[in-house]
């Protein structure tokens, strides 16, 4: 059983950063093809993909929502993934969650939810504007 433990989240001021962190409890990037990813759930709305990396060469998607603003990264020595949130805006008051797939039968596309089988507890992250 994968353990995944979010922080870092926090009130901040619009135009403000952030830096989350993800430590998972197993090496999932060990293995090259794996994804991990973080998402988002705003109050009253559905989770949302905001970014994910690939553990072989740090290949990284990006929602248009947050391109430019969020940079995802991995530290596959510590088993971290980490979330660089810059200029924040009120829109990204939410939940931000970590997601890890299965270590060995990761299938399908990494944006969407049902690629991934672990999920933090979340972070609050809440922009004040």
């Known amino acids: 059983q994968v353990q995944l433990v979010e922080s870092g989240g926090g009130l901040v001021q619009a135009g403000g950063s952030l830096r989350l962190s993800c430590a998972a409890s197993e090496r999932i990037l060990r293995r090259a093809s794996n994804f991990m990813g973080w998402f988002r759930q705003p109050p009253g709305k559905e989770r949302e993909v905001v970014a994910a990396i690939r553990g072989s060469d740090s290949n990284t998607y990006y929602s248009d929502s947050v391109k430019g603003r969020f940079t995802i990264a991995r530290d596959k020595a510590k088993n971290t993934v980490t979330l660089q949130i810059d200029s924040l805006k009120a829109e990204d008051t939410a939940v931000y969650y970590c997601?890890?797939?299965?270590?060995?039968?990761?299938?399908?596309?990494?944006?969407?939810?049902?690629?991934?089988?672990?999920w933090g507890q979340g972070t609050q992250v809440t922009v004040s504007s």
């Open positions: 997601a890890a797939p299965p270590f060995f039968s990761a299938v399908g596309n990494p944006t969407f939810a049902g690629y991934y089988s672990y």
